[in-house]
């Protein structure tokens, strides 16, 4: 998947570049607990079932994290 001068990104810095978007990463580095800590880029969008179907059509040989890069939002009621 990652090919020669692929561009790795921290976490942080993904969330910084696509806020309040939907990101898949081929993980490159963990931190001490095993969590994703950089990686490449698949796929960002904000819709999320886009970037999850995204993952399922290549051939990805190493891990993939999909996350949200904004704050949880909550659904109240009107009724």
Known sequence: ???KGSAVFSISY??????DEWVAIAV??????????A????VHDSD???V???TRLGDIE???YVFFTGTRRTVTSTA
């Not at 993904?14 to 806020?19: A, E, G, L, Q, T």
């Not at 490159?28 to 800590?37: E, I, L, Q, R, Y």
């Not at 990686?39 to 698949?42: H, L, S």
């Open 48 to 50: 999320e079932q886009l």
């Open 28 to 37: 490159t580095d963990t931190d001490a607990d095993g969590f994703a800590s």
């Open 39 to 42: 990686g490449e880029v698949i």
């Open 1 to 3: 998947m990652l090919g």
């Open 62 to 64: 190493e891990p993939v």
């Open 14 to 19: 993904i969330k910084s570049i696509y806020p």
């Open 52 to 54: 999850w179907s995204a």
